[in-house]
């Protein structure tokens, strides 16, 4: 069976048991797990215990710290950070066993008894049997004489005795009528206010078992502790968490008015809404709704900017400036996204104000490369010497390169003739790209006085044919422009990604990203050292 049916059945069993009746989360759908994070559960990591599961699974179990807590059951609480390959969930684990209310144990009702309990007899103890007495006694019984028949004992010896004597005539009636003492009723034992989070949660999973510990064919153990005290460890969590779930794509829309044949021209039509048609206002609502980038933790359009692990609002008034218009979506701050279990789209106007943007970030981050180059010259000489792998890693980016898909409103249907595609398709790169896309997809849409739309789809790719549910020369309904264009899109690039042999799905590149933490930062131990570092630390 070929590698991609099995990536694409795992997906797919995945998207049943998780997101059928599931989605959209209650995060919303803009992320289809938890949004938070180590740091909205503590603020100190080292209060953290980390383990990886089958070398595909990252827990981070964190241990409560009894001064910092208020009351015992809170402190019994067990919190999980797990990350998988499908994404990151928190899950937290309350005892049943825990008492809830007062830290006394409650007694259990006990019935009283329907009859007094009977007298004890009395049992006269005996050293030998009665029938001892019955025997005659014979001349070696005789050989040992009795202590009372001694008459030239020691003094001291006498009395010792004498006063044993006495002891036992005082003190033993009271002794042989005493009662015995009242039983006690059986109380369970006080609640614990204090245990190993880490230890009671892997061992009631089953996995504190020898087994799980062990090697089998060269293969890491089940269970491994991970090297949480690596400051690096912490920034390869993050990367892994800004590994997207879902694949994720970009339509970048324009609006040409008539006669304009220039790109700084047609970039600054979306400045307003006033000289536009108005059919294209709905058009951009009906793709998407509008997002704050600040407080969006989907996919922006930018790598750097997409997937954030903090949903926490910026200072920023989080109102869409209704004077920039169409040009308020470049991506700087708002923009328009839609998404569903599978897939993420973002929807961007772009502007000069964008292009200003992306290339004063895209130098900010060189001089921070520079800088951090400077501060460490041995990683950056590694840098250097795993990025001149040459053709190799130039072959590798290119196969990776994704279908561009722009959305081009013409007034008129001849001006698509005239419409400067190069430089269009150079407004829409990112910090990271240069020159014009290899591959791309243009839907030109043109309004007719019957109140309808006509398509024209021009594509420009190597194996991919013409995607639906547009196709060239297609008349639809205005209503639903924005719904064949955003599915047309999704088709596009996943036909894409389906031809291209180095292209992943998502969850494969979080699964390496994984592997390759687990790798680096797995702690060697040995059995016992490892239930060591269980029970002390």
Known sequence: MSLKVKD???????????????????????????????????????????????????????????????????????????????GRQIWIVEPKSEQTGSSKPVKAARPKPAAPAAARPRIEQRWWPSSVDSIPLVKADKTLPRLGDLDDLDPKFASIINAKIESELKNG????????????????????????????????????????????????????????????????????????????????????????????????????????????????LSMGWPVNIHTHPGWTGATKSGAKASPYPSQEPDQIPSSRGPAAFDGTRWLLYWSDSRTEVAFIVPTEERNTYLSKLNQSQGNKTVTAAQAS?????????????????????????????LVVWCERVEDQETVPLDDLLTSTNGPSDSGTPAEYMIIYVTALSSGLVRVHVT????????????????????????????????????????????????????????????????YECTESEFYEALFTT
Do not use: W
Not at 242 to 251: G, L, M, Y
Not at 253 to 276: C, E, H, P, W
Not at 378 to 403: F, I, M, N, P, Y
Not at 479 to 492: C, E, F, H, P, S
């Open 8 to 86: 694409a059945a795992e997906a797919l069993l995945m998207c049943i048991t998780d997101q059928v009746d599931s989605f959209p989360s209650p995060c919303g759908p803009e992320s289809l797990y938890s949004t938070l994070s180590e740091k909205d559960l503590s603020e100190d990591f080292s209060n953290f215990k980390y383990f990886s599961l089958n070398n595909l699974t990252i827990l981070a179990v964190l241990e409560q710290n009894k001064k910092s807590l208020q009351s015992a059951q809170e402190l019994n609480t067990v919190k999980v950070v797990i990350r998988g390959p499908f």
């Open 173 to 284: 009636p009271s002794l042989a009528h005493s009662a015995p003492p009242a039983p006690s009723e059986c109380e369970p034992p006080s609640p614990r206010n204090h245990s190993q989070s880490a230890r009671v949660l892997l061992s009631q999973l089953g996995l504190l078992s020898s087994q799980s510990l062990q090697e089998c064919q060269g293969m890491p153990p089940y269970l491994c502790r991970l090297d949480s005290g690596d400051a690096a460890f912490i920034e390869s969590l993050k990367d892994l968490d800004q590994i997207a779930n879902r694949t994720r794509d970009t339509v970048y829309v324009f609006y040409v008015k008539a006669g304009q044949n220039k790109v700084s021209d047609i970039l600054d039509n979306t400045k307003s809404y006033k000289s536009l048609n108005s059919d294209f206002k709905d058009l951009l």
């Open 377 to 405: 010259p041995e990683t950056a000489s590694s840098d250097r010497k795993s990025s001149g792998s040459g053709k190799e890693s130039s072959r590798v980016s290119k196969g990776l390169q994704e279908v561009r898909t």
């Open 459 to 522: 594509t420009h790719t190597e194996r991919c044919g013409t995607p639906l549910p547009l196709v060239d020369g297609m008349v639809c309904l205005k209503r639903t422009l924005g719904v064949l264009i955003r599915q047309t899109a999704v088709n596009m690039a996943a036909r894409k990604r389906l031809l291209n042999e180095l292209s992943l799905i998502p969850h494969n590149r979080r699964v390496q990203k994984m592997q390759d933490i687990i790798n680096k930062y797995r």
